[in-house]
């Protein structure tokens, strides 16, 4: 379970892809229905992220789809106005 992932209904941990180095990427849902993105690293480390302008209530958040074998990850943020947004996350491996 990623740090801060809600445990009532609709909400917790969904691990979505992994790459071939053993990174996963996936979403958490917290408190209030919240998207948040995550990375667990080969070593167990969980790395959490958002959006640069992602929204905080219900259904709104940040919402990894993919990750590369570079560890780009690619996904979705919902803003405070309910518009999707694409997005791509460079970090190290």
């Known amino acids: 379970m990623s740090p801060g992932a809600a445990t009532t209904a609709f909400?917790?941990?969904s691990a979505l892809v992994i790459k071939r180095g053993?990174?996963?990427a996936g979403v958490w849902v917290g408190a209030g229905n919240v998207g948040h993105g995550f990375v667990r690293k080969k070593d167990g480390t969980i790395l959490t992220f958002d959006g640069p302008a992602a929204g905080s209530a219900s259904g709104?958040?940040?919402f990894p789809v993919g990750i590369?074998?570079?560890g780009?990850?690619?996904?979705?943020?919902v803003d405070a106005n309910n518009l999707?947004?694409?997005?791509?996350?460079?970090?190290?491996n």
């Open 84 to 92: 999707a947004h694409g997005f791509v996350l460079l970090h190290s």
């Open 11 to 13: 909400e917790g941990t």
């Open 60 to 62: 709104q958040g940040t």
């Open 72 to 77: 780009e990850i690619v996904g979705d943020f």
């Open 22 to 24: 053993g990174e996963i």
């Open 68 to 70: 590369n074998d570079a």
